[in-house]
């Protein structure tokens, strides 16, 4: 069966628009795992901005996890074009309550990709992170606003220029559930400043605050801690008896 992909429409946009985020991501996650030698999983990797930091950071096995076909098509060929990650990289396109992971992680990373997962399934996250997480291993996540159902108004999210096309993207958000958003993205294309093309998609996003994140990870034994500009929304997860 062929499962639904969320970004179909918006995936030759997502990674030239998200690559300025990362700057600003980058160096906090850098920082976080720092001494991880265990292997790490990359969620939702994308195009593999993630990847490379991890890759930075730490020097044993990376696992990128990315079920959209557009998006791995991006990240297949950034580690590809890359020797320090061509040996260490393994890409694979099940979602991550489906792959065959190690039985021993050394971290996993989760950035901008939670809201992807219903809250039964976050149930099931934090039970692998309790079973599989090596003593001193951790899990890296941010909460991305909104953390309540609330309305987001439209925004532009993105401006690139390439060549003598600018790609825009912009977002809009809406309450469809107790702890559920919908988002509305509009991508628009210019050629020389006139606009040639608009792509819209939309999808669902399960909202959670840090309460709630705290009380959810108090079940299976694990902490989280704010970690990096507050701004970013990061936090370290750790199991109890790290």
């Known amino acids: 069966m062929r499962v639904a992909d969320e970004y179909e429409q918006s995936a030759e946009f997502i990674d030239v628009m998200i690559a300025s985020h990362w700057a600003v991501l980058g160096p906090p996650l850098e920082e976080a795992l720092r001494g991880v030698t265990d292997p790490v999983v990359d969620v939702g990797a994308g195009g593999g901005h993630g990847t490379r930091v991890i890759a930075g ?4 096995e990376i696992v990128a996890v990315e079920p959209s076909p557009g998006l791995r098509s991006v990240l297949l060929a950034r580690v590809n074009e890359a020797a320090e990650l061509r040996d260490r990289v393994t890409v694979l396109p099940e979602g991550l309550l489906d792959v065959d992971l190690p039985p021993r992680l050394g971290a996993v990373v ?3 990709v939670l809201g992807h997962f219903s809250p039964a399934d976050r149930q099931r996250i934090w039970a692998l992170l309790a079973e599989r997480l090596v003593p001193g291993g951790r899990a890296v996540l941010n909460l991305q606003p909104p953390t309540e159902p609330a309305a987001v108004p439209q925004a532009r999210s993105a401006d690139v220029r ?7 993207g912009w977002a809009r958000a809406e309450p469809t559930g107790s702890d559920r958003v919908t988002w509305h993205m509009t991508y628009r294309t210019h050629h020389d400043d006139r606009l040639v093309g608009e792509v819209t998609a939309t999808y669902d996003w399960w909202v959670l605050d840090e309460p709630q994140l705290k009380a959810e990870l108090a079940g299976h034994g694990l902490s989280p801690t704010p970690t990096g500009p507050a701004e970013l929304g990061m936090y370290l997860i750790s199991r109890g008896d790290a």
């Open 57 to 60: 950071a730490c020097g044993g």
């Open 110 to 112: 989760a950035m901008n």
């Open 162 to 168: 390439l060549g003598r096309r600018r790609y825009e």
